[in-house]
């Protein structure tokens, strides 16, 4: 549902409130909608359209996160522990898919697609590397069906564009798991978006907020502009949800919250290579992942994928890195310098410092020529054509930075989900791999904040239908 009317001379009243309309909104809100169909659910969208920014498929890659080709969560080969906890968090997201669908509220084949999951790697280092990773997960069940080969011709039948025009003097290696995922976010979270709406929950596009205060009963007044006309609106929350990507920090900085104290956030783009060629996609399967470069942020792990948005084939490879000091994809160049405030002055400086590895990598990626950047997809796949290929831009990811101990910042990998002292508000920070866990994220939040009716109803109902739950 969309307001069109100026809502200036009435106060909406919710239960929940969640700001941004992407993965993360949707999926808590539908979660209520479902554990708590009474409940008066209002979500507020900037934009004219949910999931317009790192949820839209061509903002990120699609890969259902699972630990199974993502090098970049095991840097010493014989500890799975991370690579083990993201497949474990995955597979609760999948059983809750799997639930909604069961109830008759999600058809997963609208964004959700059988993809193997493979990493490839050359030379003796890297291959000796892939062997003992595969070795220590192996031995995890989370893990069961992964394969390792050295030999070309199985890789080849797993990747024929990867190997295809390449010395086969050269030391190469790979691991396929048949079971990995291509998820299109933005067709999830709009199908999440309408279990809201049929619960009787309301969806405001165009309406941005500007202003979060506490009221008189302990909980929230919501307010800012509709439309181009810029109509004031207001909403008045028992638990306001902050989940607009780039812009939460700078949200959860207005309504005051002592816990984002020091936090701060670093802007990072990135662009794509895609393809839409039949004659090309039809040859291409797999996700394929790769080491990421020195210095890269997690994120910019460079990898050749298969995707399918909106029943049609494409590949895109990348990450690029790109810079802006947006924090959306359609912010404004002073978002960055919003979120900065004396007390993380000193946290992003030192971050900044002890990140001169990531700084160089940036620098180096934004002067890149075309040719420069064609080449590295053609590392992967040698016999890439340029004019079968297009550069297009992708979504902007907003890095968390927080003060450790001595109040040093810390460039943080992942999300982090942060709460008032007195649970009536709670917000999400940081980038991948959130979309692929939102569903325990969200479980813990509920937990968290409000554990009364997680402790009576909603717990079993939960536990019930899913196999397992942390």
């Not at 890789?155 to 295809?164: N, S």
């Not at 002067?367 to 902007?396: D, H, M, N, T, V």
């Not at 569903?439 to 937990?447: E, K, N, Q, T, Y």
């Amino acid at each position: 549902m969309t307001i069109n009317a100026d809502p200036a001379d009435t106060v909406i009243e919710a239960d929940v409130v969640l700001i941004g309309g992407g993965i993360m909104s949707a999926t808590l809100g539908s979660m209520i909608a479902v554990l708590e169909p009474d409940w008066r659910i209002v979500l507020l969208e900037k934009a004219d359209a949910l999931a317009t920014e790192s949820s839209d498929p061509w903002n990120n890659a699609g890969t259902g996160h699972a630990g199974l080709c993502e090098l970049n969560y095991m840097p010493d080969p014989a500890d799975g522990r991370k690579a083990a906890d993201i497949a474990r968090q995955f597979r609760v997201t999948r059983q809750w898919w799997s639930y909604l669908e069961r109830l008759g509220l999600l058809g997963s084949g609208s964004f959700l697609h059988t993809t193997p999951h493979m990493d490839v790697v050359f030379g003796r280092h890297d291959v000796d590397y892939l062997r003992a990773r595969y070795q220590t997960l192996a031995r995890d069940p989370l893990f069961a069906g992964l394969r390792f080969s050295e030999d070309e011709a199985t890789i080849r039948g797993w990747a024929p564009l990867v190997m295809e025009g390449r010395d086969p003097a050269e030391p190469v290696a790979a691991t396929w798991h048949p079971e990995g995922t291509d998820v299109d976010f933005g067709a999830l979270t709009r199908a999440l978006a309408a279990i809201i709406t049929s619960r009787g929950g309301r969806t405001f596009l165009g309406h941005e907020v500007r202003s979060l205060r506490r009221d008189s009963a302990g909980g929230w007044i919501v307010s800012g502009r509709q439309g181009r006309a810029k109509h004031r609106f207001t909403v008045r929350g028992r638990h306001v949800f902050v989940g607009a990507g780039g812009f939460a920090l700078r949200l959860l900085q207005r309504a005051g919250l002592p816990e984002v104290r020091g936090y701060g956030v670093l802007p990072v783009g990135a662009s794509f290579y895609r393809c839409s060629e039949p004659s090309v996609t039809a040859r291409h399967e797999a996700k394929v992942y790769g080491q990421a470069a020195i210095g890269a942020p997690p994120m910019s792990v460079p990898h050749l994928d298969k995707r399918i948005v909106d029943g049609r084939e494409y590949l895109m490879f990348g990450p690029y890195a790109t810079f802006s000091t947006r924090l959306l994809k359609n912010g404004t160049l002073s978002d960055f310098f919003t979120t900065l405030r004396p007390g993380n002055l000193h946290v992003m400086a030192a971050a900044a410092i002890q990140s001169l590895p990531l700084v160089k990598y940036l620098i180096t990626e934004l002067a890149a020529r075309p040719a420069s950047k064609f080449a590295q997809l053609q590392q992967f796949y040698p016999r890439a054509e340029p004019s079968q290929w297009e550069l297009i831009p992708a979504g902007q990811r907003a890095q968390l930075v927080t003060p450790d101990r001595r109040a040093v910042g810390v460039l943080r990998q992942g999300t982090e989900l942060v709460t008032a002292d007195d649970l009536s508000m709670s917000g999400l920070l940081g980038a991948s791999p959130g979309a692929s866990t939102a569903v325990p994220i969200m479980f813990g939040l509920l937990r968290k904040c409000f554990p009364e009716q997680w402790g009576k109803t909603w717990g079993a109902i939960i536990s019930e239908n899913l196999i397992e739950i942390e």
